[in-house]
């Protein structure tokens, strides 16, 4: 038999994806004009305005994963809505530098943007517990607790203080402990290390002695090669081979305790976004569900293939986290994560929910994914060889 063209296989999945997106989207919309038209007879069935919306980003251009998340996202909101609502995307540091995206939507320099909540803690200390916390929720746990453990209103509130609408809108799943120029055996070897670890995370390393250096994206790379960073967090194997990272650092840390998912969020103007007809308002909502699970789907599938060529082509060194190690990140964690929870109001009710979220799925958990994945471990052969 003739072999497949894997790259007319990429083509065909991304033209099947995106089709897929166009029909949920317009489903959901058609499903808000038909709310509308009951409850207001005789209305229009839809506005004929159209919208030239601006979204900025914390990512590159054509970053996998992330920065190509955001596109899909814009291209799938202005397919949905047949261009009535066009999203144009402006990568990190064409309009505004990526941690000025917050800023640029709430001040009306543009109407979105798409990053991560915990870039937004200088501003509401809050937020950064909506990314996801050291030794937290796995990213299927962490969508259910936005969804039906009362995430996306606590959000809500978070995001209004900004002036913005939250939405959901793509997560890493679990992701790699970083990059590291020197080994690490004990906690006191975080002394003194100038590292890159936003969120929680970096706040961890602080407390043992680390310097977090809160390096853009797009400068990590330079930042390792000329000492400015002595390690380096980003994401996952698939994101961190298209960064070069295995170019700048020898060892490569895992688990990812600081984050065990990490969620993107898609932030809207608030009163841009309640100026949009409903059916747009729809749109977006289930543009960004539906990229959100595509975006996990992706990166899922992708770092298997990344990780296999960061070890085997590029001789990658694999290092685990010794369990004294984790033992003391975890300890350490729980102490900062009550520091900040008392901080303010806000703080205490992410904290709090997460938490006994947290403590009800560990049952589940143990006897669901953690004993399948052991299980899964024994031997086990199917299919041709």
Not at 8 to 35: D, I, M, W, Y
Not at 70 to 75: C, E, H, I, R, Y
Not at 352 to 359: K, N, Q, V, Y
Request: hydrophobic share 45%; glycine share 10%; net charge neutral.
């Amino acid at each position: 038999m003739p072999t497949a063209n894997p790259r007319r296989a990429n083509r065909v999945q991304a033209l099947e994806r995106r089709s897929f997106l166009k029909t949920a989207a317009a489903g959901a919309a058609a499903a808000a004009l038909a709310a509308c038209d009951e409850s207001e007879p005789g209305a229009p069935a839809a506005s004929s305005r159209r919208f030239n919306w601006r979204m900025t980003t914390c990512w590159p251009r054509n970053l996998p994963g992330l920065g190509t998340g955001a596109q899909l996202l814009a291209d799938t909101i202005t397919s949905a809505s047949g261009g009535r609502l066009a999203v144009k995307l402006y990568a990190a540091g064409e309009i505004v530098p990526a941690f000025e995206a917050m800023d640029a939507v709430v001040n009306g320099t543009v109407e979105m943007g798409h990053g991560g909540p915990q870039f937004w803690k200088g501003k509401v200390p809050a937020a950064q517990f909506l990314s996801n916390t050291p030794f937290g929720l796995t990213a299927h746990e962490q969508i259910a607790w936005y969804q039906y453990g009362g995430g996306q209103a606590i959000a809500d509130e978070i995001y209004a203080e900004l002036g913005c609408k939250f939405f959901l809108a793509g997560n890493t799943g679990v992701q790699m402990g970083g990059w590291f120029n020197k080994e690490i055996h004990t906690t006191g070897d975080f002394k003194g290390l100038k590292m890159r670890l936003p969120g929680i995370g970096g706040e961890v390393v602080k407390a043992l002695g680390a310097t977090v250096v809160n390096t853009d994206p797009g400068e990590i790379t330079i930042a390792l090669q000329r000492g400015a960073l002595d390690a380096a967090d980003w994401a996952g194997p698939y994101a961190d081979l298209a960064f070069g990272l295995y170019k700048s650092a020898k060892y490569y840390y895992y688990p990812g305790w600081h984050e065990p998912s990490a969620v993107l969020d898609c932030f809207v103007n608030r009163s841009r976004f309640e100026a949009l007809p409903a059916d747009l308002q729809a749109i977006i909502e289930v543009s960004c569900a539906a990229v959100d699970q595509l975006i996990l789907s992706e990166i899922t599938a992708q770092n298997n293939a990344a990780l296999n060529e960061l070890v085997t082509r590029h001789n990658v060194q694999l290092r685990q986290f010794p369990m004294e190690v984790l033992t003391g990140l975890s300890r350490t964690a729980e102490d900062v994560l009550e520091r900040l929870a008392a901080a303010d109001p806000l703080s205490r009710k992410v904290h709090d929910s997460l938490t006994a979220f947290r403590r009800e799925a560990l049952g589940w958990s143990r006897i669901s994914e953690e004993a399948y994945l052991a299980a899964r471990l024994l031997p086990f052969k199917a299919g041709p060889k």
